[in-house]
């Protein structure tokens, strides 16, 4: 624990002028970043008597070992900045709302030759409409089906979409009529694309004038006796009815805002968001955050649009955005607001009418999350605090294991040997943290060879950059740091896991040794008995089947190993889709990918000639002589076999990797992890 006073800047050094701060700990990892209209005065509250402090200001003014500052000059650029240091060093004693899911997005990739209506995740993409974001997936499906009637847009994948062009029939929802089947023909692009921009502008909110146009056609066809086609038109009138009857409406048509409101005790808050578009509610999300130190309702506020907007542009930013609390001071945030959306924001607090009554439920459903986290949160943090103090006891060590780092060896019969590095910090997953590492150092099968390389290797890094960072050197100026962001191997843990059982922990033991490392405790689970192993015993540490300690070692030992036999896995699966075409020089991937697009196969390519090579663009009569020189000293690949049933499998664009082989088809084991 560090005295702020040593580190406490001398007078007059701070500026009085608009600025962030951070505050680094004893490693030179970021643990704070704020902003500040004049960092004078706004440093200076930091270093006073520790007892009038927060208790969490004060355990983050003695956890950090530096305070480091950068003057702008408006609080709009501070206000920016601060919201990139955050997101760049993730501090842990900042306020971070913890989104407990990925929002799913009802998107429209317009940037497509033929746009495709789909459920996405994550980032968002340029060129692709997004509406939402929903509660669930099930909901944006249930309303494409209701949509898809009128307007009946394309939804399958490329693979299928290139599979219906090649073969000329069209998938289920193109013989049903809710696919305009643009795979096949039957309608252009443009009148394709005309269908995508209708169903964005009725998911825009403009439903009225779209209803109305049908009801008018429906009616001249019932004049006309056309009863077939206005039957049509009426069930598509209903289709649209009950697609918006899910999303009701709550404000004034066209009224575009959004809705923020927050539910808070002395600990921690809850926010909730609710979008409206058109007047509808379209979607709705939640965060819930620390309180790391004494914060406002209007900080809170603050940091939820920063969260919330940081990312977005244009019309992702609604003109109107309501809130319980205003920042203070709240300009620059409103016109941080304006220069994202690229015209006025308006930022307020709704006083009266429809918008503070749907205010009101918004902030019933901030209460409820905050009270469901808690009960959830609790149980949590108790289990947690006791895995860990079990631990410590078990293993004599002197405080909790904080942090925990286990690792595990993978191969395939000696082949394509790896090893993982998962982290776990307060008894929780801390995946940027997770490495994986290429065993180099020999070839074949070699556990304990290998976690001796692994511990090593890892070890001799964190080494390098605690010399590089100054702490061993007295002339070095550790604010010398180039940005601050955590290193990859720079903190050492307090405990390292090892799979398996003795030999595995002596060689991991031996490993530290080597490099004069003593402050680290080392341990192994074995998979047999569930045994913990320790370095200097004869006899392993049997923890009871009920221990929350052990359950937390099997989680992390787990991990690892779920961690390594993906990264395994993944290396075997490129071997095997190795190429001939990999080892020529200067054939890149781009003109690698137009070879085999070209030719459908790597087959169809071996049996090519010069010339026909010369057809593709971008390949020369050299280059030609070349690929054809290299295929025919290869011998050509094994078949595909579908292992399930035996099968030889014919090889097809649709089952080559990326390389042009055809993919060997595993089973549904082999194909079940995902890459973390």
């Known amino acids: 624990m560090a005295d702020p006073s040593s580190y406490r800047p001398r007078p007059g050094e701070i500026p009085d002028s608009p600025g962030v701060y951070r505050f680094r700990d004893e ?44 003057v702008v000059s408006t609080e709009v650029e501070a206000l920016q900045l601060e919201y990139s240091w955050i997101k760049e060093f993730d501090p842990r004693f900042n306020v971070k709302y913890r989104d407990d899911k990925s929002y799913p997005y009802l998107a429209v990739t317009m940037n497509e030759e033929f746009p495709r209506v789909q459920v996405m995740r994550g980032h968002k993409r340029k060129g692709v409409r997004y509406f939402g974001p929903y509660s669930h997936a099930w909901a944006i499906r ?11 847009v394309r939804t399958c994948s490329a693979g299928v979409f290139k599979n219906a062009a090649r073969t000329g029939r069209p998938c289920l929802l193109g013989y049903i009529g809710k696919c305009s089947a643009p795979c096949v023909g039957r309608v252009s692009e443009d009148e394709h694309r005309e269908l995508a921009e209708e169903f964005c502008d009725f998911m825009a909110g ?39 009857e899910k999303n009701a409406v709550v404000l004034a048509d066209a009224t575009d805002a959004d809705l923020i409101a927050v539910a808070e005790d002395e600990l921690e808050a809850a926010v909730q968001i609710f979008h409206v578009r058109g007047g509808r509610v379209r979607g709705q999300r939640g ?9 406002t309702t209007g900080a809170l506020v603050e940091h939820a649009l920063q969260q919330l907007y940081g990312e977005e542009k244009g019309d992702s930013v609604p003109k109107e955005v309501l809130v319980p609390a205003l920042p203070d001071p709240a300009l620059p945030v409103q016109e941080w607001l304006a220069d994202r959306r690229g015209s006025n924001v308006s930022l307020r607090i709704p006083q009266r009418g429809d918008k503070k009554a749907l205010m009101e439920t918004v902030e019933r459903n901030a209460q409820q999350a905050l009270a469901l986290h808690k009960t959830k949160r609790a149980s949590d943090l108790t289990t947690r605090s006791r895995a860990l103090e079990e631990i410590a006891e078990a293993l004599d ?53 290998s976690m001796h390389e692994v511990i090593t290797r890892r070890f001799r890094r964190y080494l390098a950059e605690k010399e590089k960072t100054g702490e061993w050197s007295e002339g070095q100026d550790a604010l010398t740091e180039e940005d601050g962001r955590p290193k990859k191997f720079a903190y050492p843990p307090q405990l390292v896991v090892v799979d398996g059982g003795r030999p595995q922990v002596a060689a991991a033991k031996k490993a530290l040794d080597g490099l004069g490392i003593d402050d680290v405790a080392v341990c192994g689970l074995a998979k047999r008995l569930e045994e913990v192993w320790l370095p200097d015993d004869e006899d392993p540490v049997v923890l009871p089947r009920t221990s929350e300690g052990l359950y937390l070692l ?47 196969s790597l087959k169809k390519l071996r049996s090519a000639t010069i010339d026909q090579i010369c057809e593709v663009p971008g390949i020369g009569r050299k280059t030609a002589e070349t690929i054809a020189v290299a295929l025919a000293q ?15 499998m014919e090889e097809e664009p649709g089952t080559m990797g990326s390389s042009g082989e055809p993919v060997t088809t595993g089973a549904p084991d082999e194909r079940r992890g995902q890459e973390t």
């Not at 050509?636 to 579908?642: E, G, H, I, L, R």
């Open 27 to 70: 490693h030179r990892r970021v643990i704070y970043v704020g902003k500040a209209k004049s960092l004078r005065q706004r440093l200076a509250n930091y270093f006073q008597d520790l007892t009038n402090l927060h208790p969490r200001t004060r355990t983050m003014v003695t956890t950090a070992a530096s305070v480091e500052w950068t």
């Open 142 to 152: 249930d309303t494409v089906d209701l949509l898809l009637r009128v307007f009946p």
């Open 206 to 244: 403009r439903t009225g004038t779209y209803i109305r146009r049908l009801e008018q056609r429906m009616t001249e066809a019932a004049e006309e006796m056309e009863y077939e086609r206005a039957a049509r038109l009426r069930d598509d009138i209903g289709a649209l009815k009950k697609a918006m």
């Open 287 to 295: 965060w819930v955050t620390d309180k790391v130190e004494e914060i």
């Open 397 to 449: 060590l002197d405080s909790a294991p904080l942090r925990i780092e286990c690792y595990d060896i993978s191969h395939l019969q000696g082949d394509d040997v790896v090893a993982s590095m998962v982290v776990f910090e307060d008894g929780l997953q801390r995946k940027s943290e997770y490495r994986r590492f290429q065993i180099k150092g020999f070839e074949g099968q070699d556990d304990v060879r």
């Open 554 to 600: 099997q989680r992390v030992r787990d991990e690892a190993h779920r961690f390594a036999i993906t990264y395994q896995r993944t290396k075997r699966a490129k071997r095997f889709r190795a190429s001939p075409l990999d080892d020529l020089p200067g054939l890149g991937d781009t003109r690698k990918q137009a070879l085999l697009k070209h030719f459908g």
């Open 634 to 648: 290869a011998a050509p690949a094994a078949p595909a076999v579908n292992t399930a049933t035996g099968e030889i």
